[in-house]
C-alpha cells in the first residue's frame, strides 16, 4: 500500500562516459540520503547494473518479489531481466553504482549475461575488482570517487568483444523503433531470425523480442506526466498496444503495479518542481 509522503532529500549524481567507453557503459552514479518508504520496485531497463554499498545493508529481491533476496552490506549485481527488482534500504543508502549499456554486461564486468540473467548477486563474488575499488571510493568526495570510477573503467572494459558491435546496431534499432519486427531486423542485418536471438541472447542476456517489449513500456513511462492526466489508450496505441487488458498485463509485469496504482505511488514522494523517476515505485507497510 501506498500513502501520502512528504518529499525528502537525496544527494544523486550521475556521469555519463565519454566514447569508447559510453559503448558498454551507460553511466556511474552516487546516491546518498534515507528514503521516507520501505522500499521500491525498479522496472528493467536492459541493463546490468553494480552497486558498490558503503552505507546501511540493502536487500534485493529480483523477479518481482518472487526471486531470492539478497542482503549485503558491500555491493551487489543486477543481471538483465524483464521484471522489478524489489530495493529494500535497511538505513541510509550511501553507494556508488554502474549502469552498462544492454551490450555492456560481459565487456564490464567479465561474465556473460545469460550467468545473471534475472538474478542478484553479491558484487564481489562477480567482480573481484569492486572489493579494492569500494575501499578506495570511500576515501574520495563523490566528484573524485565519480571520476576515479570512470577512469578504472576506461582502462579495464574491453570495448572491442567480437558480435558486440552488431548488436550494438540492433539494440540502437529497436530503441529508435521498438514496434518493429525481428523479422525484419534479422533481414535488414542479412542474417536468420533464429541467428540474431541467438547472439543478442549471448550479447545481451534477453531475447530481442523482450527487449523491445521492455523498451517499449520504458518510452511510456518516460513520457507519462504523473502530474497531470495521462491519455493512456493514445499513448499505449502509438507504441503499439491497441488492447487495453494486453497493455494492463505488461504494465504491471514492467513495474509491478497497475497504471493508476504507479502515478500515485510516483505522485506519494515527487515534490512539485522535481523531475519524475520513470519506472520507480515507492512502497510503504
Not at 501506498?2 to 551507460?26: G, H, I, K
Not at 534500504?89 to 553504482?97: D, K, L, Q, V
Not at 564486468?109 to 553479491?122: C, D, I, N
Amino acid at each position: 500500500m501506498t500513502s501520502r509522503l512528504q518529499p525528502f532529500e537525496f544527494d544523486f549524481r550521475s556521469v555519463v562516459p565519454e566514447a569508447p567507453l559510453s559503448t558498454v557503459v551507460e553511466s556511474v552514479w552516487y546516491a546518498r540520503g534515507t528514503v521516507p518508504y520501505d522500499r521500491e520496485r525498479i522496472a528493467p531497463t536492459g541493463s546490468t547494473v553494480a552497486v558498490i554499498v558503503l552505507g546501511d545493508a540493502i536487500i534485493e529481491t529480483p523477479d518481482d518479489g518472487q526471486g531470492t533476496p539478497l542482503r549485503t552490506d558491500r555491493g551487489f549485481i543486477i543481471g538483465p531481466h524483464d521484471r522489478p527488482v524489489i530495493n529494500e534500504p535497511t538505513g541510509e543508502t550511501h553507494a556508488f553504482g554502474i549502469i552498462t549499456t544492454p551490450v555492456g554486461c560481459e565487456a564490464v564486468f567479465g561474465v556473460p549475461p545469460s550467468r545473471l540473467r534475472g538474478a542478484v548477486a553479491e558484487l564481489t563474488d562477480v567482480w573481484p575488482p569492486a572489493s579494492e575499488l569500494r575501499a578506495t571510493l570511500a576515501d574520495l568526495d563523490p566528484p573524485a570517487a565519480l571520476a576515479h570510477l570512470v577512469d578504472v573503467l576506461g582502462r579495464h572494459a574491453a570495448v572491442d568483444l567480437p558480435g558486440r558491435d552488431r548488436i550494438a546496431r540492433v539494440v540502437a534499432m529497436l530503441e529508435a523503433d521498438p514496434v518493429r519486427s525481428i523479422a525484419e531486423v534479422a533481414a535488414d542485418l542479412g542474417v536468420s531470425h533464429g541467428y540474431l536471438d541467438r547472439q543478442f541472447g549471448e550479447i545481451v542476456g534477453l531475447s530481442p523480442r523482450r527487449f523491445a517489449r521492455l523498451i517499449r513500456m520504458r518510452r511510456l513511462l518516460e513520457r507519462l506526466d504523473v502530474r497531470a492526466d495521462n491519455p493512456w489508450t493514445a499513448i499505449a496505441a502509438e507504441l503499439g498496444w491497441f488492447d487495453q487488458s494486453h497493455f494492463i498485463r505488461d504494465f504491471k509485469r514492467h513495474t509491478g503495479t497497475t497504471p493508476n496504482r504507479y502515478i500515485a505511488a510516483q505522485r506519494s514522494v515527487m515534490a512539485p518542481d522535481s523531475g519524475d523517476a520513470p519506472g520507480f515505485v515507492p512502497e510503504v507497510d
